[in-house]
Nanobody, 121 residues
Framework: VQLQASGGGLVQAGGSLRLSCAAS????????MGWFRQAPGKEREFVAA????????YYADSVKGRFTISRDNAKNTVYLQMNSLKPEDTAVYYC???????????????WGQGTLVTVSS
């Protein structure tokens, strides 16, 4: 499975961005998708995850109510809509594919290259 994340950029606090993650290859082998982020000097942390059907979604407490994960299986693409962005959301955002929509890094077998989100105050 190959993953290509896009949509990052510079935005002011309170603004919005939508990240996309396009998947290709044997996507059926890793049907669950997740978003993680890593700020400078910090460990990679869970942001959101979604099951293959899209029925089950999970969020980190820090983004709940502000971020929404969704997917379009016809396009093999997962999205992360980020609203009410805060400076502490600044990080490189990674999409990942795995067998279950977990919140732990090692639960995901495939990773995209990351896209930088910078939120200015």
């Amino acid at each position: 499975v190959q993953l290509q994340a896009s949509g990052g950029g510079l935005v002011q606090a309170g603004g919005s961005l939508r990240l996309s993650c396009a998947a290709s290859g044997r996507t059926f082998s890793s049907p669950a998708m997740g978003w993680f982020r890593q700020a400078p000097g910090k460990e990679r942390e869970f942001v959101a995850a979604i099951s293959w059907s899209g029925v089950r979604t999970y969020y980190a407490d820090s983004v709940k109510g502000r971020f929404t994960i969704s997917r379009d299986n016809a396009k093999n693409t997962v999205y992360l809509q980020m609203n009410s962005l805060k400076p502490e959301d600044t990080a490189v955002y990674y999409c990942a594919a795995g067998k279950v929509p977990g919140s732990i890094v090692y639960e995901y077998e495939h990773w995209g290259q990351g896209t930088l989100v910078t939120v200015s105050s």
